[in-house]
């Protein structure tokens, strides 16, 4: 996941660095067994970050996202704080490059909150012909403006961290063909012939006759043998390979310089309401929207407990990871547009929704690149949006759905008054619980604009 060896020894030289120490918690001799043979301290769990000091200390966790301490602990945490005190950005953000069939090229970084396909965009087969995808990152994007006032984006790690479960030949082939050698497996099920095997994985992943031992050890574990309470994979399971093997990474992905960022995405699950794409009205509207961005829990971010699924606030989908104040994070963004800085264009999108039997509107995956042409148009300022309560979304026709079949446009786009104003009430309540006196009066503005337009449907 990062680099290391002689090369980076060299160019550290003397100066500062972030210092890691992580503790599994589990001493020898040890005092009690281990649990599947994983060690970790799961009652005296603790990542302590160290801003002034530039350090790290982690204490019992098991889990990838807190042991690997370059990752979220270093990426986001203690990088947010940097780069608010030297004025870039650290986020939770994957990068792409795309073409079109005309040759036009051009860079998007998106923030969903984990679990929520990320890495399946970053690494997507288009479904469009002449339509190319190539992947910078998939977690974490550090961007700050050049001296031309173009905003320019790098990758700081060195490996990919994907959430295994739901990932196969269908839905992200490219994933498929970098975890076929050197790459890590955590906590996901292996077959008897050396396979590894999880929830959504094809078909011809369990040779014939071969059996399945799960995550938990149990033996000949069978699919479909009550498979929500017992899964053959825990649902966050990862994989863990070196980005050097993706098949489709970007020529420019370890260019020190960046890559020009275009536009920026935001985006979670949101089973209803919320429309397929749409296009803030400006930068600050922009900041709003990623400040009350909401998604259905994941495997990745448990909240509430119980079996339902809540959609939890995950603004820029940094819950996690701000490494300091909300409100002078937030802040921060707006104070990144004046002149000389050319800020891209914001949107958010919603690949989730469902009808009333709780089938998805959408068929995503490949089927989103469909999506990120009409933002290469819009990026291009072409005349393809109107106005709606909620920001800017497609003219009738824009959007290129030829192909798919019967595609519900009017429910995947509608947004009802009931449902703008319930939205209103729960962004008011967590910006009044969370950030309070903090938030900037903007996002204040912001809202009672949003108010305003709910008011007049």
């Given at each position: 996941?990062?680099?290391?060896?002689?090369?980076v020894?060299?160019t550290l030289?003397?100066?500062?660095f972030?210092r890691?120490?992580?503790?599994?918690?589990?001493?020898?001799?040890l005092t009690?067994?281990l649990?599947?043979?994983?060690?970790c301290?799961?009652?005296?769990i603790?990542?302590?970050h160290?801003?002034d000091?530039?350090?790290?200390?982690?204490?019992?966790s098991?889990?990838g996202g807190?042991s690997?301490?370059g990752?979220?602990?270093f990426a986001l945490?203690l990088?947010?704080?940097l780069a608010q005190?030297?004025?870039w950005l650290a986020?939770?953000?994957?990068i792409?490059g795309?073409?079109?069939?005309?040759?036009?090229k051009?860079y998007?970084a998106?923030?969903?909150?984990?679990?929520c396909?990320?890495?399946n965009?970053?690494?997507?087969?288009?479904?469009?012909?002449?339509y190319?995808?190539?992947?910078?990152?998939?977690?974490?994007?550090w961007?700050?403006?050049?001296?031309?006032?173009?905003?320019r984006?790098?990758?700081p790690e060195?490996g990919f961290?994907?959430?295994a479960?739901?990932t196969?030949m269908?839905?992200?082939?490219?994933a498929m063909?970098?975890?076929q050698?050197?790459t890590v497996?955590?906590n996901v099920?292996?077959?008897?012939?050396?396979?590894v095997?999880?929830?959504g994985i094809?078909?011809?992943?369990?040779?014939?006759g071969?059996?399945?031992?799960?995550w938990?050890?149990q033996?000949n574990?069978?699919?479909?043998?009550?498979?929500?309470e017992n899964?053959?994979?825990h649902?966050n399971?990862?994989?863990?390979?070196?980005?050097?093997?993706?098949p489709?990474?970007d020529?420019a992905?370890e260019?020190?310089?960046g890559?020009?960022?275009?536009?920026?995405i935001f985006?979670g699950?949101?089973?209803?309401?919320v429309?397929?794409?749409?296009e803030?009205?400006?930068?600050q509207?922009?900041v709003f929207?990623?400040?009350a961005?909401r998604s259905?829990?994941?495997?990745?971010?448990?909240h509430g407990?119980?079996?339902k699924?809540?959609?939890?606030?995950?603004?820029?989908a940094?819950r996690?990871?701000?490494?300091y104040?909300?409100?002078?994070y937030?802040?921060?963004?707006?104070s990144?547009e004046?002149?000389?800085?050319?800020v891209?264009k914001?949107?958010?999108?919603?690949?989730?929704r469902t009808?009333?039997?709780g089938?998805?509107?959408?068929?995503?995956?490949?089927e989103?690149?469909?999506v990120?042409?009409?933002?290469m148009?819009r990026?291009?300022?072409?005349?393809?949006?109107?106005e709606?309560?909620?920001g800017?979304i497609?003219?009738p026709?824009?959007?290129?759905?030829?192909?798919?079949?019967?595609?519900?446009?009017?429910?995947?786009?509608s947004?009802s008054?009931?449902?703008?104003?319930?939205?209103?009430?729960e962004?008011?309540?967590?910006f009044k619980e969370?950030?309070n006196?903090?938030?900037?009066r903007e996002?204040?503005?912001?809202?009672?604009?949003?108010?305003?337009?709910?008011?007049?449907?």
């Amino acid at each position: 996941m990062t680099r290391m060896g002689a090369d980076v020894l060299k160019t550290l030289g003397d100066g500062e660095f972030v210092r890691g120490l992580h503790s599994m918690g589990r001493p020898l001799p040890l005092t009690k067994p281990l649990v599947n043979n994983w060690p970790c301290n799961s009652e005296k769990i603790m990542v302590a970050h160290i801003p002034d000091k530039n350090e790290i200390a982690s204490f019992g966790s098991g889990y990838g996202g807190n042991s690997l301490l370059g990752k979220k602990c270093f990426a986001l945490r203690l990088g947010s704080i940097l780069a608010q005190r030297e004025g870039w950005l650290a986020e939770h953000m994957l990068i792409l490059g795309i073409t079109n069939p005309q040759g036009v090229k051009k860079y998007i970084a998106a923030a969903f909150p984990s679990a929520c396909g990320k890495t399946n965009l970053a690494m997507m087969t288009p479904s469009l012909p002449g339509y190319k995808i190539e992947c910078v990152g998939d977690d974490i994007a550090w961007m700050r403006f050049d001296s031309e006032g173009q905003l320019r984006a790098i990758n700081p790690e060195a490996g990919f961290f994907g959430v295994a479960p739901g990932t196969s030949m269908a839905t992200n082939p490219i994933a498929m063909k970098l975890i076929q050698s050197n790459t890590v497996f955590t906590n996901v099920a292996k077959t008897s012939d050396g396979g590894v095997y999880w929830k959504g994985i094809d078909d011809d992943a369990v040779s014939p006759g071969a059996t399945i031992t799960s995550w938990k050890r149990q033996e000949n574990w069978q699919p479909g043998d009550n498979e929500n309470e017992n899964p053959a994979a825990h649902p966050n399971a990862r994989f863990c390979a070196p980005a050097a093997q993706c098949p489709i990474m970007d020529p420019a992905w370890e260019d020190s310089a960046g890559v020009p960022v275009d536009a920026i995405i935001f985006g979670g699950r949101r089973p209803k309401g919320v429309p397929l794409i749409y296009e803030s009205f400006n930068w600050q509207h922009g900041v709003f929207v990623g400040a009350a961005m909401r998604s259905e829990a994941t495997a990745a971010a448990e909240h509430g407990g119980g079996k339902k699924k809540m959609i939890m606030h995950d603004p820029f989908a940094m819950r996690p990871f701000f490494g300091y104040n909300f409100g002078d994070y937030l802040r921060h963004w707006l104070s990144l547009e004046p002149s000389p800085h050319k800020v891209p264009k914001i949107f958010h999108v919603n690949w989730f929704r469902t009808n009333d039997e709780g089938e998805f509107l959408w068929p995503g995956f490949g089927e989103n690149v469909r999506v990120l042409s009409w933002i290469m148009d819009r990026v291009a300022n072409k005349d393809v949006a109107m106005e709606s309560p909620i920001g800017l979304i497609p003219k009738p026709g824009s959007l290129n759905v030829e192909g798919l079949g019967d595609i519900d446009m009017k429910e995947l786009f509608s947004v009802s008054p009931e449902f703008l104003r319930d939205e209103c009430v729960e962004i008011d309540k967590y910006f009044k619980e969370q950030v309070n006196e903090d938030l900037p009066r903007e996002m204040w503005q912001e809202l009672a604009n949003l108010q305003a337009r709910a008011r007049k449907m």
